[in-house]
């Protein structure tokens, strides 16, 4: 388990006090647990992401930081002062939501100046706050319209600069991109992060994803949960390249699982190197014969799913540089091939199931 | 549907007469509101606006309007403050017998107003209490809160929970929240029911023929009047007016209801 990692970046300093620290907290509704004993540290300017599948506990855990919801046991920290009982209006951090919740009744400028108003921040001064926020999110020129007049994107934005114009501590996004379009979402994944090295006082992001190739590409560090627990803390080299266990190997990228030594052991597709049978391999890389069984063409890769002779699958990735390979597919399927990759790149993993829970080292 | 411009014709004759149907009794009365003659007779000998002023110093009808215009104001009140807080509280709570609360409350409207009448009417007896105004208004507010229930909790079904959250989240406490958010997303939706629940308490005769007593209203004064065949040429000029006070109000209520900008967006997904 890699605990806390000092971070590469210069402004951040590891000595004070954390963003957002959550200890052993705990939510069940009902008799669903929802959150068991949560234990977590988000550094000040951290792009930080909870990235899991639905009802892993990522979003629960965004709601207690937010205050929308009380956890039953545990405390939630802000720059080290306990708001664990305090309303959503007390804490210093904003929220993107997923359904953008804009205000139907008010025009954009009048929802993104909202937060000013209700703090008692004078007309003038505000209706400026707001200008700059619609500035900084390229929507300059639609302070007057409606939400509705808005396309999915344009509210995106106006949420983004709602929740920014406060200037919180922290920003909590909750699957903030989830309801655009795949181009609309990698252009707005870049956009967030110009924000966030654009601010002039860094505000650390908190981003609540079930979208693995969203938090690979954004984040600082990732949280990987599963069933109201953290599986792994890392950032995003650390929880691909060396994932803790088997959930997290096969939910961050496609887990090629295999037994060694007694040792259950992963490595990821592009590593695995797809030769001839009788192709010449460099020594010191683990080989192992096998049949191919599938073959998808994805357009700038093809991916080959590999029976091994002693039983498991592999799945192999190949660059379509060879148009003749990538052009007839079909033709692969059956043949016999070998299978290479080197030792580093695989990573022995603790078993599924009966996993110990992996904790945070504080 | 072979013949397109023969059925459009058949149903536009078809809807014709349907409204015919509706408004025709109405047009007679406006009709005859200007007739002359104390007599309803037809063919109507001219035109004549002399029963206007007669009505207007009918003393007998002017209390009766008046207190009308008390009953349904009241009524009206009540209803908004009971059934909005009714509609957040089945809205926003989960609660033992919140889905008794829902049916309880629309049945007023669905039962016959005669059995409301008589229940209130013995009730009132059993508890010794005199008929007055504050009867009136009770029975009334009993199916006025419906009105404004419903159309509050519809309207509240349609808007992201998420607002109030957003609003929160954004340092405004709860009255600001209430003030700011909450108000102005169900405003119309409470000007709607407030009218509907103000014509209905207006033109109310059953409920209130138990619940008056001696007094009249204006439905009660006007039923009385044909019933005695006294004072007709008044009643006509009487309900030219009421429909002409009715029309207002049920027309803004449709308009209110309609385009409201309160749009649900993307639905929320929670775990």
Not at chain 2, 4 to 14: E, K
Request: glycine share 8%.
């Amino acid at each position: 388990m890699t605990g806390t990692r000092v971070p590469a970046r210069e402004e951040r300093r590891a000595t004070l006090a954390p963003a957002v620290r959550v200890s052993g907290l705990r939510k069940a509704y009902g008799a669903v647990v929802a959150l068991e004993r949560l234990e977590l540290e988000v550094l000040a300017g951290e792009f930080f992401t909870l990235l899991g599948p639905s009802g892993s506990g990522k979003t629960t855990t965004l709601r207690l930081i937010a205050g929308f919801e009380a956890p039953d046991d545990g405390a939630v920290e802000l720059d080290g002062v306990d708001v664990t009982r305090r309303p959503p209006y007390q804490r210093d951090v904003n929220t993107v939501f997923q359904d953008y919740a804009l205000f139907p009744h008010m025009t954009v400028a009048q929802n993104v100046a909202y937060g000013l108003m209700v703090r008692g921040v004078g007309r003038r001064d505000r209706a400026a706050r707001a200008a700059q926020a619609l500035q900084m999110v390229r929507l300059g020129d639609l302070g007057e319209r409606k939400p509705v007049q808005l396309s999915g994107g344009q509210r995106q934005r106006v949420a983004l600069a709602r929740a920014l114009v406060n200037r919180p501590r922290v920003l909590l996004l909750d699957e903030p991109l989830g309801a655009l379009d795949l181009k609309l979402r990698q252009e707005m994944q870049l956009e967030l992060q110009r924000i966030q090295r654009e601010l002039s006082e860094r505000i650390t992001f908190v981003y609540v994803t079930h979208d693995q190739d969203e938090a690979l590409a954004m984040s600082d560090r990732i949280a990987v949960f599963s069933r109201g627990r953290i599986e792994q803390v890392g950032s995003p080299r650390e929880i691909y390249e060396h994932p803790a266990n088997e959930f997290v190997a096969g939910f961050v990228g496609t887990s090629n699982l295999l037994e060694e030594d007694g040792l259950r052991v992963t490595v990821r597709p592009e590593k695995v190197e797809l030769l001839a049978p009788d192709a010449p391999v460099a020594p010191g890389l683990r080989r192992e014969p096998g049949v191919v069984r599938d073959v998808v063409y994805l357009g700038s890769v093809t991916r080959y799913v590999v029976e091994l002779d002693r039983g498991e699958t592999l799945v192999a990735l190949r660059q379509n540089t060879d148009v003749a390979v990538a052009a007839a597919p079909d033709a692969e399927r059956g043949r016999r091939v070998l299978l290479a990759w080197s030792p580093e790149h695989a990573n022995t993993v603790a078993a599924g199931d009966d996993v110990e829970h992996v904790e945070e080292e504080g | 549907m072979s013949d397109t411009r023969a059925s459009r014709a058949a149903l536009a004759v078809w809807a014709t007469l349907i409204a015919l149907f509706l408004l025709a009794p109405i047009l007679l009365i406006v009709l005859y509101a200007f007739n002359p003659s104390n007599v309803q007779s037809w063919p109507l000998h001219g035109l004549s606006t002399k029963w206007f002023s007669s009505t207007w110093h009918n003393q007998e009808m002017r209390q009766a309007f008046g207190l009308s215009v008390r009953a349904a104001l009241i009524s009206t009140g009540i209803a908004l403050l009971l059934g909005s807080m009714a509609a957040f509280a089945v809205h926003r709570f989960r609660f033992f017998g919140r889905e008794a609360i829902s049916f309880v409350l629309v049945l007023p409207l669905a039962l016959p107003g005669i059995i409301t009448g008589m229940a209130l009417n013995s009730f009132f007896a059993f508890g010794g209490v005199s008929f007055s105004l504050t009867t009136i208004v009770i029975g009334h507010a009993t199916f006025c809160i419906v009105t404004v229930y419903n159309n509050v909790i519809a309207r509240l079904r349609r808007t992201q929970t998420s607002l109030v959250e957003a609003s929160m989240d954004l340092g405004a406490d709860g009255w600001q929240t209430f003030r700011h958010v909450t108000l102005p997303v169900i405003a119309t939706a409470l000007v709607a029911g407030g009218l509907l629940a103000f014509a209905l308490s207006f033109d109310e005769v059953i409920v209130t023929t138990f619940t008056a007593g001696a007094q009249n209203t204006l439905p009660l004064w006007i039923f009385g009047s044909i019933r005695l065949g006294q004072n007709l040429p008044q009643v006509n000029v009487v309900v030219l007016f009421v429909i002409a006070l009715t029309f207002v109000p049920v027309v803004l209520a449709q308009r209110l209801t309609r385009d409201t900008g309160v749009v649900r967006m993307t639905a929320g997904r929670r775990r």
